[in-house]
């Protein structure tokens, strides 16, 4: 039974060992020269007018020539002052735009920034994330030296210290690691729009694979999209200056439903890896549920057990604390252990939500 146990397991161990070695492998971007382009930032969001003052200040400080750059921040059909909090910035940001979205939803609200935008090269980001002052002029010299048509930019957790939003970013720990990981290796799998920079006409030529009809994934199936097509390269930034920072969700509530949100669109993906991902990751935490139910009726499955948690334990560890360490948050991971053996019941949980379509939509 335990040979049984190791040979379901190890298909997703010598996955994330492969991940893993490409997250490692990366090295730090340091800008040869000062590139100078026009880009277009786009910040679509719904109801920030709390959040907004904060980014927006930050696009304000930022190292590089106001006249080659502008912001468009697309109000999503907002119910509070978003709109007029981001119209005070004008001063600040002389290339400010404020437009409605003429659709519904954050995809449609990307896709009214991008047919507005003037910049070939875009960057997306969230009302709620803060950039440091040389995120513009980081990945302008990114794009420049490197020709990529599609940059994925890492994303940084801030955690409020509770065990809610400890779990959380030790699982967006993981998925940024996979991200990195999966970019180095050739095999893109993961971005986030948080920080998300791409060629205007790569969105032009992908706009109709973008699944309308699911809430989200505006930024993974570009992506995909792009991937398939092999017509630009695909790379991940490696950058402390091209971070963009975000809070963790506060609650366990918040949590479910954020993940449940991205998991929704699963169920469409046609991208081989994340494929992979998503069918060796489901059998490992399914036999480990199973397992974790087994002990209750029969002590003697403790082995089998331990064997599997070792096996899931130690890739998953290597792969977070690299990503922790490249982030210096390491403290999250007094957490690690408790996370690894609830994990397997959370996972199902959202998976069980995400599928039944019982999450809030954006």
């Given at each position: 039974m335990i040979w049984l146990a190791v040979i379901l397991v190890l298909p997703?161990?010598?996955?994330?060992?492969?991940?893993?070695?490409?997250?490692?492998?990366?090295?730090?971007?340091r800008p040869a020269d000062q590139s100078r382009q026009f880009i277009s930032v786009i910040i679509a969001c719904r109801n920030e007018e709390d959040n907004l003052p904060l980014i927006l200040s930050d696009l304000a400080s930022q190292n590089y020539p106001e006249d080659l750059f502008e912001v468009i921040v697309v109000d999503d059909c907002s119910s509070d002052n978003t709109a007029e909090t981001a119209l005070l910035f004008k001063a600040q940001v002389?290339?400010?735009?404020?437009?409605?979205?003429?659709?519904?939803g954050k995809k449609a609200a990307i896709r009214e920034g991008v047919n507005a935008a003037k910049g070939s090269?875009?960057?997306?980001?969230?009302?709620?994330?803060r950039i440091g002052p040389l995120w513009l002029s980081t990945i302008s010299s990114f794009s420049s030296e490197t020709g990529a048509g599609l940059m994925i930019g890492p994303v940084k957790m801030k955690s409020t210290g509770s065990f809610a939003s400890d779990f959380a970013m030790i699982e967006f720990l993981a998925l940024q690691g996979i991200t990195k990981g999966t970019a180095e290796i050739g095999d893109p799998s993961m971005c986030n729009g948080a920080n998300l920079?791409?060629?205007?006409?790569?969105?032009?030529?992908?706009?109709?694979e973008l699944h309308p009809e699911i809430p989200s994934g505006d930024d993974i199936f570009l992506l995909h999209a792009a991937k398939r097509k092999k017509t630009a390269a695909i790379r991940w930034i490696e950058s402390p200056d091209a971070v963009a920072e975000t809070r963790t969700p506060d609650t366990l509530i918040k949590v479910f439903n954020q993940r449940k949100r991205w998991l929704s669109k699963a169920s469409v993906y046609k991208d081989k890896i994340s494929i992979q991902l998503g069918i060796v990751t489901f059998v490992t935490i399914l036999l480990q549920a199973m397992l974790t139910v087994s002990?209750?009726?029969?002590?003697?499955?403790?082995?089998?057990?331990?064997?599997?948690?070792?096996?899931?334990?130690?890739?998953?560890?290597?792969?977070?604390?690299?990503?922790?360490?490249?982030?210096?948050?390491?403290?999250?991971?007094?957490?690690?252990?408790?996370?690894?053996?609830?994990y397997p019941f959370y996972v199902l949980i959202v998976a069980a939500g995400a599928f039944a379509g019982s999450y809030k939509k954006d």
């Amino acid at each position: 039974m335990i040979w049984l146990a190791v040979i379901l397991v190890l298909p997703y161990s010598i996955l994330l060992f492969r991940i893993y070695r490409g997250s490692r492998k990366i090295k730090q971007f340091r800008p040869a020269d000062q590139s100078r382009q026009f880009i277009s930032v786009i910040i679509a969001c719904r109801n920030e007018e709390d959040n907004l003052p904060l980014i927006l200040s930050d696009l304000a400080s930022q190292n590089y020539p106001e006249d080659l750059f502008e912001v468009i921040v697309v109000d999503d059909c907002s119910s509070d002052n978003t709109a007029e909090t981001a119209l005070l910035f004008k001063a600040q940001v002389p290339n400010l735009r404020v437009i409605e979205n003429s659709g519904t939803g954050k995809k449609a609200a990307i896709r009214e920034g991008v047919n507005a935008a003037k910049g070939s090269l875009i960057l997306t980001t969230d009302a709620d994330c803060r950039i440091g002052p040389l995120w513009l002029s980081t990945i302008s010299s990114f794009s420049s030296e490197t020709g990529a048509g599609l940059m994925i930019g890492p994303v940084k957790m801030k955690s409020t210290g509770s065990f809610a939003s400890d779990f959380a970013m030790i699982e967006f720990l993981a998925l940024q690691g996979i991200t990195k990981g999966t970019a180095e290796i050739g095999d893109p799998s993961m971005c986030n729009g948080a920080n998300l920079a791409f060629r205007k006409m790569l969105y032009l030529e992908n706009e109709g694979e973008l699944h309308p009809e699911i809430p989200s994934g505006d930024d993974i199936f570009l992506l995909h999209a792009a991937k398939r097509k092999k017509t630009a390269a695909i790379r991940w930034i490696e950058s402390p200056d091209a971070v963009a920072e975000t809070r963790t969700p506060d609650t366990l509530i918040k949590v479910f439903n954020q993940r449940k949100r991205w998991l929704s669109k699963a169920s469409v993906y046609k991208d081989k890896i994340s494929i992979q991902l998503g069918i060796v990751t489901f059998v490992t935490i399914l036999l480990q549920a199973m397992l974790t139910v087994s002990l209750a009726f029969d002590p003697a499955c403790i082995y089998i057990y331990l064997a599997v948690l070792f096996l899931k334990s130690v890739p998953d560890f290597l792969l977070i604390y690299n990503t922790a360490e490249s982030y210096n948050i390491r403290r999250a991971l007094r957490w690690f252990i408790p996370s690894q053996l609830i994990y397997p019941f959370y996972v199902l949980i959202v998976a069980a939500g995400a599928f039944a379509g019982s999450y809030k939509k954006d």
